[in-house]
T-cell receptor
Framework: DSGVTQTPKHLITATGQRVTLRCSPR?????VYWYQQSLDQGLQFLIQ???????AKGNILERFSAQQFPDLHSELNLSSLELGDSALYFC???????????FGPGTRLTVL | AQTVTQSQPEMSVQEAETVTLSCTYD???????LFWYKQPPSRQMILVIR??????QNATENRFSVNFQKAAKSFSLKISDSQLGDTAMYFC?????????????FGQGTILTVHP
């Protein structure tokens, strides 16, 4: 158990819908990262937050957004969903002074 | 831009034997970190081992060790005394630049199957 929690574990929805994925980092970790794992694109970095502020953006679509709240949990919002958004979405957190990221169990999103 | 390449889509090994997974990378930074993550069928991403680029000594974690060749930009993972529980997808990953940001760049992954 990495100490990072993600909910829900599975999500099945229809095209055009909007969903919210939630992540709680390890206790004391200020940095949260979101990654997408799909069959065709592999594992890709989406976005990073540090203590409530956006720090870096990767290959994140405009239909996707994220935020980190004062209690340090983070949410990834996916809207106008398309079939190609079906993937495993990981959250990871990192201790402030270290480089290692610890991953949550992921949320499996299926768009029908 | 940084890239990570794993040229072996699949590997197999007999239980108790040794196997080596290959990884090459590219970055223009001098300060970087390399990792191997394991993803078993449960899909959880589990850290196996990490290497700091400024350290010449190869990292070791129990049965797992790396061969870090900085000049060649190579970072291979050796698994000794392979166990059935080692069956998983293995990802090589890189963080370069300042660790304040530290996004991971992953390779394509290598599926390792350990046979009894």
């Amino acid at each position: 158990d990495s100490g990072v929690t993600q909910t829900p574990k599975h999500l099945i929805t229809a095209t055009g819908q909007r969903v919210t994925l939630r992540c709680s980092p390890r206790s004391g970790d200020l940095s949260v990262y979101w990654y997408q794992q799909s069959l065709d694109q592999g594992l890709q970095f989406l976005i990073q937050y540090y203590n409530g502020e956006e720090r870096a953006k990767g290959n994140i679509l405009e239909r996707f957004s994220a935020q980190q709240f004062p209690d340090l949990h983070s949410e990834l919002n996916l809207s106008s969903l398309e079939l190609g958004d079906s993937a495993l979405y990981f959250c990871a957190s990192r201790p402030g002074a270290q480089d290692t990221q610890y991953f949550g169990p992921g949320t499996r999103l299926t768009v029908l | 831009a940084q890239t990570v390449t794993q040229s072996q889509p699949e590997m197999s090994v007999q239980e108790a034997e040794t196997v080596t997974l290959s990884c090459t990378y590219d970055t223009s930074e001098n300060n970087y970190y390399l990792f191997w993550y394991k993803q078993p069928p449960s899909r959880q991403m589990i850290l196996v081992i990490r290497q700091e680029a400024y350290k010449q000594q190869n990292a070791t974690e129990n049965r797992f060790s790396v061969n870090f060749q900085k000049a060649a930009k190579s970072f291979s993972l050796k698994i000794s005394d392979s166990q059935l529980g080692d069956t998983a997808m293995y990802f090589c990953a890189l963080i370069s630049g300042g660790t304040s940001y530290g996004k991971l760049t992953f390779g394509q992954g290598t599926i390792l199957t350990v046979h009894p």
